[in-house]
């Protein structure tokens, strides 16, 4: 029904910075929120960061305030995270979500590798 399409992903040293987008195909009407998730190995997925589509109010874990910035483009169709002074422990696959009422659509997940 629709494609969430990853870009930005990589390699970068400790410190550095990253800039993770997801464009939907298309517009799905009524969503509630787009945002990102993340999983490392043997580790339960997370949310990162997410944006909602009435209030646009930003959410942040934890992890990720201070540090990530979560934006949306005018109509809705793509949402940013400008990720700065990454870590190791932010290595990870990380996934762009949309949330339509009761259904979770994500892409196909992109590498964020954080290393010396």
């Known amino acids: 029904q629709v494609q969430l399409v990853e870009s930005g992903g990589g390699s970068v040293q400790p410190g550095g910075s990253l800039r993770l987008s997801c464009a939907a195909s298309?517009?799905?009407?009524?969503?509630?929120?787009m945002g990102w998730h993340r999983q490392s190995p043997g580790k339960e997925r997370e949310l990162v960061a997410y944006v909602t589509r009435t209030s646009s109010t930003l959410n942040y874990a934890d992890f990720a305030k201070g540090r990530f910035t979560i934006s949306r483009d005018n109509a809705g169709n793509a949402v940013f995270l400008q990720m700065n002074n990454l870590k190791p422990a932010d290595t990870a696959t990380y996934y762009c979500?949309?949330?339509?009422?009761?259904?979770?659509?994500w892409g196909q997940g992109i590498q964020v590798t954080v290393s010396s």
């Open positions: 979500n949309l949330r339509v009422h009761e259904d979770d659509y």
């Open positions: 298309r517009y799905m009407f009524g969503w509630d929120s």
